[in-house]
Structures are given as structure tokens and as C-alpha cells.
């Protein structure tokens, strides 16, 4: 049985710096050679002391490419930080490929991503240089040193194939961020040349300063086939032949976000966005193949508009819901739905910490995060619900909501200027029943009915209708028609906001509780829906559990579920084992899989025992507590779940994002006193050791993962980011984040191959 995580309060006290944006233009130096691979710098983001960017690799042949290496050197200007690559040397630098992204099929790219400081100096354009760049070992790099971003130049692509000038290219600024402008349509928003447009009377339409861009301004973003690189002219290059350095990726971000709903991001009303592409294909065979922006490709790997999609993602709970204790003075036992931000309102007399949504996020970029996967409830969807909105709230004033789904809606918006995907997860049938549904009409009794020491019981919630226990006094009803409407809306949300980063939906958080039968035809129905709205999504389906049909209004039965060795249980929604046999009925491009997985902080399986303890044998839980169950992590024994209950299908050519795993690497530290007492006798970092088991599990298979999570609200794992809170010693620290833990920095490094 899987223990429920306990989503508890938080609050902030160190105050960040906030860097002030400097520049509005997108940078980018490229290299290349048609015979081989087509090499490009390009700046971000830049601000008074440094800048952020990435080195793309693109192979523009018509043969795979197997490694990569590529080199550079700058005058003043020096790395920081980096990620999605093996980076060596102090200047000059080297980047080789890691693991995932060393092998590039025609069409597709790499991305190294990176942090300069500028040491006084400008931003530079480093020469990119290296055998993959130019088809020949011995070939040097175009010019021999960095050229620096001159106050009046705009982004340019820089190519040693020809030295002929071009003519200008238009972008549109679309409020803040950069978009090609279409050539054929003429109204709203198009998809061009395998990317996202924008109408040129679409783009005239926004408000000052927004709109077409100038060739001769800072904001314009040009590509060129050609300039040479002792030229001194301001003359922007362009070809149609040429590779676009600027996409949805290539960002212009604000320093913040507003925290009302009147964002300065268009209205449904004021920009109509095409969900899609049409499909290339009406087959609904596994193998058929559709064009859109968000895919899997042959390899089981993430693309977006073609290029390969660095899946370095984490989990950022909080608008799902909380549980409130049932002594709060405004909301007891309430379920608000926020965001986690480190900054209470009462921290610091009342004045804050400081630390915004959008700080966060940059933190998180810098570190090596690209996506966030993002937990809701059907609820948060409503504009009016009380749990969304004042006086419900924790967050300090500064960074408040009006409302969940604006909050949400901020989010999204937020997280594309910094580039950084996100998928959405449908976490639960109602914001108060939370984690334990199982099922879309989830009822009592939970699994945590009978928990010692507990305050957050919702015994009295149900989803259904009919079959509900007597304990329950309010319904949130929920079901499949209702289900397929949010996942409707929610697919509709990139043309509403104007957004290309939402990657997909997360259709069921862990549906523990259904039949792989049920949970098949429920996860195709999903698939026809999302696929209705908007066709450049993936569906993104998790795995079941070992047992179904708990939570059915039945509650003395339940039906056993196959998940291989019967010694080795899975995780909520970790068992996908049947889908060898029963695969869903869904194209193989645009389905993800997710199963979840945890250690032994989330809950002592029967496969953590030591089997020296044969009194032990078959135990889990609080039975093994109980008897003072030793706990060892055998990677071998976790391995042979892991690949039979989800691993088998990465070898068959499917994509697999882990949804959730992580853990609190000081268990049985930093949880309830009731879980200190019972585990006592564990005295070594056994989550920890189970943690590092998982990524090299992950790493051996190439498979990418979520941790949980990036805020540390959660007593049973944390997160990456450290907190003074502790719930037997200070629980009045919930809420307040200081730094990123190291301990979890170095393994989600490893993970990402830095």
C-alpha cells in the first residue's frame, strides 16, 4: 500500500536580489557547414552583471549524428553555470553531449544551456567551434575571438558558408516575446514553416510598445544565411534558405509578473490561436504520425516543433489545493489553492520575505530545470471559488492572487517568457479529497482513515453521487463527463493565453484505483477529447496500482490487479504492466507515459525489508515499524520492479517522463513525531540511498523524471529547496525557503548528465 503524502503550510525569509532586465533583444552568433551539423550561441536574457543563453546543435543532414563536441573562448565574459551538457575548461570551454542528446536524427538539435557573468564587460558572441560545426576536425572557428553585443545591434545568425547580405526579417514583440510573423495568413495566429506565427494585423492590434518589430531596433531578432565576421555594418541578414535562431524559446522576460488578473497578456478576446496544425494522418493506429508542436519521436524522446526537448522537470505544487489544520482561525480544515512561493504573509512583521513566483523560476532555470509539471484540482479551473481567493490566502499580499484560475493562468504565462514547459495535472476529483482519490468518483473510506496523529482526514468528502458512506456530509461530485470538460479547457489554454509552452496534460494524478481495462479506455477517451481542441498536445497517462476497486462504494472488497512479481509492489500510479499485452489505443507520437515511483519516506514497501529479518518477510508499513524492521535498499531487487512494471516499454520506442519521484533524504528526521517514534530504529540515510538507486535506474534506461518537488511543503519528501520548518521543531517555520539543497542539486545533476 502506498502512504499518502502530507501537503502542509509554508513561509520565506531571505530576500532575493532581483536583477533588473537590461536588454530586450534575443543574441545569437551560429556556425555551420551544410555538410554537417549547424552550430549557434544565442543570449536569452541579459541583465547588468550577466546573462543566460544556450549553444544549439542542429543536425541539418540527411544522417544521424552519434556525439557531438563543440568549443569556445571569451574575452571578458565567463561561465557560471550550465546544463544539458558535459562542460570542461575554464576558458576556452568545451561541451560534449550527455547521455540523452548525443544522438541527433536529421532535423533535430541539442541545446547546452548556460549563465555568464560579464565581468563589466557586454555579453559576447563567442566563435562556435568544433568538428560537428564544420564537417572537418581541423576547421577553426570563423573569427578568433568573442565579438561583444553593441548597445545598438540587433540578433543576428552568423554562418562562414557565403558573405552575401540580405535583406531584413520582422519579428512580432506579442507582449514581451518574440514571434516569427506569418507569410500566408493573414488573421489571429498561424503554423508556418513548422513553428508558431503571428498575422501581421493580429500583431499591429496590441498596444504600445508591443507590435511589429524594427529592423534597426533592439528588439528585432534576425536570421541570416550569411555575414561576414569582420563586418562592422549594423545591415540585418536574412535568407529564406536559413535556419531561424529565434523561436517560442527565444524569450523577452519581465522582472515580474502582475499578481491580479489584469494581466497585461491578451484576453481570449483579443487573440484567437489556432489549437494546431491539422493532422497529417485520421489513422488511429499506435504508429501513426501527426504534425504539431509537442511529440515523441522514434526514439521515445521529447521534441517540440522538431527539436529535441531537454525534460529536466520538477514538480511545483500548491494550487491543487492544502489541507489546513482545524484550528485555523480563517479557514479550518480548509483546502485553499495557491501557489507556494516562500513568502507568508506574516513573515518578517508581516512585510514578507520578498521572493516572487517569477525569481523562483529564474532560480530554478539557472540550476537546470526546463519543465515544470504542474498539479490542479477541478476546482482551481473556477473563478469564483472561495478556496482560490481572499481571505483563504497565505500568500503575502505582494504576490497574491484574485483568483486560482488566474493564478494558474499567470503561471503558464509567466513560465514561457522564461522559457520553461509546462505540463498540467489533473492531481484530484476536488481540492479537499486531494491525494487519496483513486478513482474520478473517489468516496470514502481513505487510506488514511485510521492515521494516528492526523488532522487532515476528509472523511466527510466524496466525488460519487451513490454508494457514499454515512460519514460523508459533502459531495463534490465528479465524474467522466465532467473530467472530459476540464481536460477540454485546459487544452485550450495555449490559444487563449497565446503561450507555446504547455506541453501536455497529466489527464488522472495516480488513478490507483481503476482496472488497467477501465483506466485504458478512460486514458483514449481522454486522448479523443484533448486531440478535439488542440493537436499539438501529448497525453500524458500514468500507470494504475497492485489492487482496484477500493474506492467503488464497496469498501470490504477490492479486485487484485497483475503487476509481475507479486514481492514487488508497485507505487501508485507506477504499474503499467499490462500495457505490454493491452497497449491504449492511442498514436505513439503523441503519448507519454508517467508512472510514479517513492522510497521509503513516502512508504515502507515489503521489497525494503532485510531479509535477514526473516520475521520481517512480506512486511510493510506500520507492521514493520512495529517489529523494528530494518530497511535496506538493494538497487538489484528495485531494478527488477521498476523494469517490469514500467522500464520493459522504453525498449519498445515509447516516451516516459517518471511523473513524480523524490523523498526526504533525512527520513525518518523532519517528519510527524508519530513517524519519528515508529521508525526510530533507521539510522542511515536509507531514502537517500533509495533516491540514487532510482537515478541510476533512470540514467540506464534514458528515461526522464519529475522530482518531488521544487518547494518544500511536503513532510513526507521536501523539496529541492531547503526550509527551516520542521514539524515536531519548528512548525512555525512552515513556508519560509532559504537555498537549494545541495544533496538534491547533485543528484538531479547526475540525472541530467552535468
Not at 578568433?144 to 554562418?159: D, E, K, L, Q, Y
Not at 510598445?209 to 545591415?235: A, D, E, K, R
Not at 468528502?461 to 470538460?485: L, M, Q, R
Request: glycine share 8%.
Amino acid at each position: 500500500m502506498f502512504r499518502p503524502r502530507r501537503h502542509y503550510m509554508t513561509t520565506p525569509p531571505v530576500k532575493r536580489f532581483r536583477l533588473a532586465l537590461l536588454g530586450l533583444g534575443v543574441l545569437a552568433a551560429s556556425y555551420g557547414s551544410s555538410a554537417f551539423a549547424a552550430c549557434s550561441y544565442v543570449i536569452t536574457n541579459e541583465w547588468n552583471t550577466g546573462a543566460t543563453g544556450e549553444i544549439r546543435v542542429t543536425n541539418s543532414t540527411a544522417a544521424p549524428i552519434s556525439g557531438w563536441s563543440i568549443n569556445w573562448q571569451y574575452a571578458t565574459n565567463r561561465l557560471s553555470s550550465s546544463w544539458n551538457g558535459k562542460v570542461s575548461g575554464s576558458n576556452p570551454y568545451t561541451a560534449t553531449n550527455v547521455d540523452w542528446n548525443g544522438n541527433l536524427q536529421p532535423g533535430q538539435a541539442a541545446t547546452v544551456g548556460f549563465q555568464i557573468n560579464k565581468n563589466g564587460g557586454s555579453a559576447e558572441i563567442p566563435t562556435i567551434s568544433g568538428s560537428i560545426c564544420s564537417g572537418s576536425s581541423s576547421a577553426g572557428p570563423v573569427s578568433s575571438s568573442s565579438v561583444p553585443r553593441s548597445s545598438s545591434s540587433s540578433s543576428i545568425t552568423v554562418s562562414s558558408s557565403s558573405s552575401s547580405l540580405q535583406s531584413c526579417t520582422q519579428q512580432c514583440n506579442w507582449y514581451g516575446t518574440l514571434y516569427p510573423v506569418c507569410v500566408t495568413t493573414t488573421s489571429g495566429w498561424g503554423y508556418e514553416n513548422n513553428r508558431s506565427c503571428i498575422s501581421r494585423a493580429t500583431c499591429t492590434s496590441q498596444p504600445s510598445p508591443f507590435g511589429l518589430s524594427n529592423c534597426g531596433s533592439s528588439s528585432s531578432v534576425v536570421s541570416s544565411s550569411s555575414l561576414p565576421p569582420s563586418s562592422s555594418s549594423s545591415s540585418r541578414t536574412s535568407s529564406s534558405s536559413s535556419s531561424r535562431v529565434i523561436s517560442s524559446s527565444s524569450s523577452v522576460v519581465p522582472s515580474s509578473i502582475p499578481s491580479s488578473s489584469s494581466s497585461s497578456r491578451p484576453s481570449s478576446s483579443s487573440s484567437v490561436v489556432p489549437s494546431s496544425v491539422p493532422s497529417s494522418s485520421s489513422s488511429s493506429s499506435v504508429n501513426s504520425s501527426t504534425k504539431g508542436v509537442f511529440r515523441v519521436n522514434a526514439q521515445g524522446n521529447l521534441t517540440k516543433d522538431g527539436q529535441a526537448l531537454p525534460a529536466q522537470c520538477g514538480n511545483w505544487f500548491g494550487l491543487e489545493g492544502r489541507h489546513e489544520p482545524s484550528n485555523d482561525a480563517t479557514n479550518p480544515s480548509g483546502a485553499p489553492m495557491e501557489m507556494y512561493a516562500g513568502n507568508m504573509w506574516w513573515v518578517n512583521d508581516s512585510k514578507g520575505s520578498g521572493r516572487t513566483i517569477d525569481q523562483t523560476m529564474k532560480e530554478l532555470k539557472a540550476a537546470g530545470i526546463t519543465m515544470l509539471r504542474l498539479p490542479i484540482a477541478p476546482q482551481t479551473l473556477e473563478t469564483n471559488n472561495p478556496q482560490g481567493m481572499v481571505p483563504n490566502l497565505k500568500n503575502h499580499p505582494s504576490i497574491r492572487q484574485t483568483n486560482a484560475r488566474q493564478a494558474l493562468e499567470d503561471f503558464i504565462k509567466l513560465a514561457d517568457q522564461n522559457n520553461i514547459q509546462i505540463f498540467i495535472d489533473i492531481h484530484s476529483c476536488s481540492n479537499f479529497v486531494g491525494w487519496r482519490k483513486g478513482r474520478l468518483d473517489a468516496r470514502p473510506p481513505y487510506v488514511d482513515k485510521d492515521r494516528v496523529g492526523y488532522d487532515f482526514r476528509r472523511e466527510e468528502y466524496s466525488c460519487a453521487t451513490t454508494g457514499n458512506p454515512s460519514s460523508v456530509t459533502k459531495i463534490h461530485a465528479y465524474d467522466k463527463a465532467k473530467w472530459i470538460a476540464n481536460l477540454k479547457d485546459i487544452a485550450g489554454l495555449p490559444a487563449k493565453l497565446g503561450v507555446t509552452n504547455l506541453v501536455g496534460i497529466d489527464i488522472f494524478n495516480e488513478p490507483w484505483d481503476y482496472t488497467w481495462a477501465d483506466w485504458k479506455a478512460l486514458s483514449e477517451e481522454a486522448y479523443a477529447a484533448i486531440d478535439s481542441v488542440n493537436p499539438n498536445l501529448l497525453i500524458i497517462v500514468e500507470g494504475i496500482s497492485g489492487t482496484a476497486n477500493n474506492q467503488d462504494g464497496t469498501p470490504d472488497t477490492k479486485d487484485e490487479v497483475p503487476h509481475g512479481n507479486p514481492d514487488l509492489n508497485p507505487n501508485w500510479g507506477e504499474n503499467l504492466y499490462e500495457f505490454g499485452e493491452n497497449p491504449l489505443n492511442i498514436p505513439k507520437d503523441r503519448l507519454l507515459l508517467s508512472p510514479h515511483t517513492y522510497g521509503p519516506s513516502v512508504f515502507v514497501q515489503k521489497h525494503h525489508m532485510d531479509p535477514a529479518q526473516t520475521e520481517c518477510e512480506g512486511l510493510e508499513g506500520d507492521s514493520a515499524a512495529d517489529l523494528d524492521c530494518r530497511i535496506v535498499i538493494n538497487p538489484t531487487v528495485l531494478e527488477q520492479g521498476w523494469e517490469e512494471h514500467f522500464g520493459y516499454l522504453r525498449a519498445q520506442g515509447y516516451g516516459i517522463l517518471v511523473g513524480e519521484f523524490g523523498g526526504n533524504m533525512d527520513w525518518p528526521n523532519k517528519t510527524s513525531q508519530a513517524d519519528r517514534t515508529a521508525w526510530s530504529h533507521i539510522t542511515t540515510n536509507v531514502d537517500q540511498q533509495w533516491q540514487t538507486a532510482a537515478v541510476n535506474y533512470f540514467k540506464k534506461k534514458n528515461i526522464h523524471a519529475c522530482y518531488w518537488s521544487m518547494n518544500p511543503e511536503s513532510a513526507d519528501t521536501f523539496g529541492w529547496y531547503l526550509t527551516p520548518w520542521d514539524p515536531v521543531s519548528a512548525n512555525d517555520k512552515w513556508g519560509q525557503w532559504t537555498t537549494l539543497d545541495p544533496r538534491k542539486t547533485t543528484l538531479l545533476n547526475s540525472l541530467w548528465g552535468k
